[in-house]
């Protein structure tokens, strides 16, 4: 029975097992199911295998929406606990595990994925490729973040969830201070998610590099893939940092090193510091694509090209070299000094510049234009406005002296919300409903997505801007409660009532889904949005090889100019096209990683050798396996292409 | 496949291309990684906590011989690639055979050094300074490690099906790989061990 004992919850309440058996009898329901109407066979073969990138990219999709109520559920729990004085809903300890999971889960299980979405499914198709560069990493990439966030978020069911914070400071994530193996599922699920960011990184670098349509040079990329490519650099070099801070907090944890320890000379702060030098590379990771889809979207829907592109691009790699040298204003009140804290001040309100210039861009795109008010563009023009409050309170926080008041409060709460909503979520619910008929054939309700747009706006406005004001009082973040006297709670409460809003506005973006899932016509054209890029020149739904015959590019809106200017981009006959074959390795490496994972949490070390060599057999037998891929034949091709036009 | 005979055998298929591209990027990855862990040995190189410093427990000889080894691997890999552009499969494996053996020793003293540290109460939760010490050189060693058994398939891999545009792009990328643990040596034997003695 000892062995079993440290599986449990340590600070369980009636809600955790009420989650426990709820998601057992899910897994149980979904296992009966596949087994019921004989799906194993097509689930296996048609996506757990798969190594197109269209799928992979649906996947990254349905994990994102899934890891969104999640994460959402988690702030209405903290919103109502905080909605008024003294409450006793949540107890300090269940407050700290669900701030902490919810920002993870919120930035690198449904942010992260939700981008990895765009820039699997879009990428290929927007710069005229058959797939990317290396299709099997790009399947184990998914497969790792997947097993990464599965393993966090069995946390609060078995052993406990982390409770740290999203940033797990050092000496409170220590053993001292955190004694469950909260957070070493922390340590351990976003190592295994983080290395398959990593290589996804590799991966779209190599493919915009070397796979590009011919005739696309770099300054004729569409906008998505330019902001995806800076990205993508920002991954490959932030993300290793991650990978070594998550491991040298691993080591501190279970193995008794010396990195962040109060004693033996280890240093706490550095943890805060390397910490962020990868944490605020990633917010543009996140806000960067989400400016892409905003790019394409606005030019799209006000029927003209895009007001400086060149300016655009300059700026993303302004934003990204920044990015690196910033770290430190997320603790100016460490007391590094005055002359640290003034450059880190500089560099930060720095940033402010490059981010103007995108705004006012997109302004002049609009001025001028014909605009057409479709839900995506809803989001966008609702984006300019919120999002431009979010960096002006950025710059306040910016300033280091003026921080100290600042620092810690529901003000930073408020304005991380202020850019991350309206700049990332707004541009994720944007470029879903933007390309749902290129993935699915048909479009979403354009009400009810309009009504969730607006619903999402008003809630958030509702939720965030009371936050502003507490924060200045001095609400501090992260408490559980607060007593009467503070008068906090009216406030709190018109949070909780916005918080209320936002879900709602979440739960009809799922019906949107079901409502046009059933209704919505079906008879649509290829482009139905009238839209400028090379992913609406494909057919609907994308055939597997995404182009007969590829492309031939000679301006930046090579689909727009072949519409209107009769550019001629498909030239020539049908070749046989070669394409991968599917593969069954990285998805039994990665459920390897997930064993491998949960018994690291626990420390059980036999489990942890076992799974350690099986992980190296797989890449083994990866190096030994001889596969040349498959070839698309001509006829096969000419046949796709005649059912495709017909329809 | 197509292929382009006016290049070098690892690169005459637009996916060999690729994979190179992509390995590039990749190493640029692991001087990240690298980068992170030697930022974080400047940092704690002083925080010793009256335990023992570098210049306490440092000795000359064992790097030294490291040193010799892997640079030597670092120059047979190179050879051994020579000898694959010239299309001579038996020299190619001779070459990459003895790296690996070079390799192999590498780890041999370096697995001695890490006793020796341990042996004089140098151990990893001894203090900062050794925790980070004995990370850094143990990630640089576990890397090492990998790439032996690596070396190991490919070897097997260019023996059993000869050179062909795959086995002779891994080669080359593994050669990549094995040049680029020797410049870390050369940051780690600079930075590390000449600079913690003086």
Redesign the interface.
Same mark, same amino acid.
């Given at each position: 029975m000892d062995f079993f004992e440290r599986f449990a919850v340590p600070h369980p309440s009636f809600a955790i097992y009420a989650s426990m058996v709820a998601i057992g009898l899910t897994v149980v329901a979904v296992l009966a199911g596949l087994t019921y109407f004989k799906k194993w066979g097509y689930l296996w073969r048609e996506w757990l295998t798969t190594v197109d990138h269209k799928r992979i990219g649906i996947m990254y999709l349905i994990s994102a929406l899934l890891m969104l109520f999640r994460g959402g559920v988690d702030a209405i729990m903290m919103r109502a606990q905080l909605s008024a004085p003294d409450l006793k809903l949540l107890d300090a300890q269940h407050y700290n595990e669900i701030f902490t999971t919810h920002g993870i889960v919120m930035i690198l299980f449904m942010a992260m994925p939700f981008i990895m979405f765009f820039m699997n499914f879009v990428i290929p198709l927007q710069i005229g490729a058959r797939d990317v560069?290396?299709p099997r990493l790009n399947a184990l990439s998914f497969w790792l973040f997947f097993m990464g966030a599965m393993l966090f978020n069995i946390s609060f069911i078995i052993g406990g969830s982390p409770d740290a914070g999203w940033t797990s400071y050092f000496p409170l994530a220590g053993n001292e201070f955190s004694t469950s193996v909260g957070t070493n599922y922390y340590m351990i699920a976003i190592q295994i998610a983080g290395i398959g960011t990593?290589m996804t990184? @590799?991966?779209f @670098?190599?493919t915009i590099?070397?796979?590009r349509a011919p005739g696309m040079t770099l300054l004729k990329m569409p906008m998505f893939t330019w902001s995806a490519f800076i990205a993508n650099v920002i991954i490959?070099?932030?993300?290793? $940092?991650l +990978? $070594?801070?998550l491991?040298?907090g691993t080591?501190d944890r279970q193995?008794?090193?010396?990195?962040f320890?109060m004693?033996?000379?280890?240093?706490d702060m550095?943890w805060a510091n @390397?910490f962020w $030098?990868w944490g605020h590379p990633e917010v543009y990771i996140l806000i960067l694509p989400a400016f892409g889809l905003y790019s394409e979207i606005i030019s799209t829907f006000a029927r003209r090209n895009l007001y400086g592109y060149k300016s655009m691009v300059g700026s993303m790699v302004l934003i990204s070299l920044l990015s690196f040298l910033v770290w430190a204003h997320h603790f100016f009140t460490m007391g590094q000094g005055a002359l640290t804290n003034s450059i880190f001040s500089i560099t930060t309100m720095a940033i402010a510049v490059p981010t103007g210039v995108k705004i006012f861009n997109w302004l002049l795109t609009l001025r001028k234009g014909k605009i057409v008010i479709t839900t995506p563009m809803l989001y966008s023009l609702l984006f300019i406005p919120l999002f431009t409050l979010g960096g002006v309170t950025g710059v306040m926080l910016a300033m280091s002296a003026a921080d100290y008041q600042y620092h810690n409060t529901m003000f930073l709460v408020a304005h991380f919300h202020n850019v991350i909503i309206p700049g990332v979520v707004f541009a994720m619910l944007a470029g879903l409903t933007y390309y749902w008929p290129k993935m699915f054939g048909f479009m979403l309700n354009e009400r009810i997505g309009k009504w969730t747009a607006w619903l999402l706006s008003i809630g958030f406005i509702l939720s965030f801007m009371p936050m502003y004001i507490t924060g200045l009082d001095g609400q501090a973040r992260r408490m559980f409660t607060y007593s009467e006297s503070t008068g906090f709670g009216p406030l709190n409460m018109v949070s909780f009532i916005g918080a209320g809003i936002m879900a709602i506005g979440f739960v009809l973006i799922v019906y949107n889904i079901y409502y046009s899932t059933r209704y919505a016509s079906r008879n649509i054209s290829n482009d139905p949005w009238d839209a400028r890029t090379l992913e609406w020149a494909t057919h609907t739904p994308v055939p597997e090889y995404n182009f007969a015959i590829t492309p031939q590019v000679n301006s930046i809106e090579a689909f727009w100019d072949m519409k209107k200017k009769g550019h001629v981009i498909f030239k020539g006959e049908y070749e046989k096209i070669?394409m991968p074959n599917n593969s069954g390795i990285p998805f039994i490496m990665s459920c390897i990683f997930f064993v491998w994972g949960f018994s690291f949490v626990f420390s059980l070390w036999i489990p942890v050798i076992v799974t350690t060599i099986g992980i190296?057999v797989c890449m +083994?037998l990866r190096?030994?396996e001889?596969d040349?891929g498959r070839y698309i034949s001509v006829e096969e091709i000419e046949e796709t292409e005649t059912r495709l036009r017909g329809a | 496949m197509k292929m382009d005979h006016s290049l070098p055998l690892e690169y005459s298929t637009e996916e060999n291309k690729l994979k190179i591209l992509g390995f590039w990027i990749f190493l640029g990855a692991e001087i990240m990684l690298f980068a992170t862990l030697f930022a974080t040995y400047f940092t704690l190189v002083g925080r010793t906590a009256g335990g023992p410093t570098g210049a306490g427990i440092f000795e000359i000889t064992p790097v030294l011989i490291e040193t010799l080894l892997l640079l030597t691997s670092s120059f047979t890999v190179g050879l051994g690639i020579h000898a694959m552009r010239l299309g001579r499969k038996k020299a190619m494996i001779g070459f990459f055979i003895t790296t690996l053996l070079l390799g192999l020793a590498f780890i041999g003293v370096e697995i001695y050094e890490f006793v020796h540290y341990v042996h004089v109460g140098a151990g990893l939760q001894t203090s900062a300074f050794t925790s980070i010490l004995l990370t850094t050189l143990g990630t640089h060693g576990i890397h090492v490690t990998i790439g032996l058994f690596w070396g190991l398939f490919i070897v097997l891999q260019v023996w059993k099906r000869g050179l062909t545009p795959q086995t002779a792009n891994k080669s080359f990328i593994f050669s990549l790989y094995w040049h680029f643990l020797d410049i870390i040596w050369i940051f780690i034997f600079s930075f590390i061990y000449l600079k913690g003695m003086m």
């Open positions: 560069a290396f990593l990184g @590799i991966n @670098i190599t590099l070397k796979m490959v070099f932030a993300f290793p $940092v +990978a $070594v801070l491991a040298m080591l193995f008794g090193t010396n990195f320890t004693d033996n000379g280890g240093m550095l @390397i $030098v070669h190296f +083994a190096s030994f001889n040349h | -």
